[in-house]
């Protein structure tokens, strides 16, 4: 079986010290995020205060009125 990957994407590969494997799996245990999920996230807000990349924005929701 052949799993399909996003082009757009690039595998890296880095060593990671014992006690930030810990909180991931902590996290994971918790939240149900995978570590690499987490990973992903925490570099995308970390780009975002270096002002590399733009923040995203949250999608509009309709407001009600009453």
Known sequence: MVSEMTPTKKLYSFWIDPQHLEGLKAVKERDG?????????????WLVRKGV???????RTRRRRT
Do not use: N
């Open 33 to 45: 995020i995978l570590p690499s999920e987490q990973i992903r996230r925490a570099l995308a807000d």
């Open 53 to 59: 990349l733009a923040k995203p924005r949250r999608p």
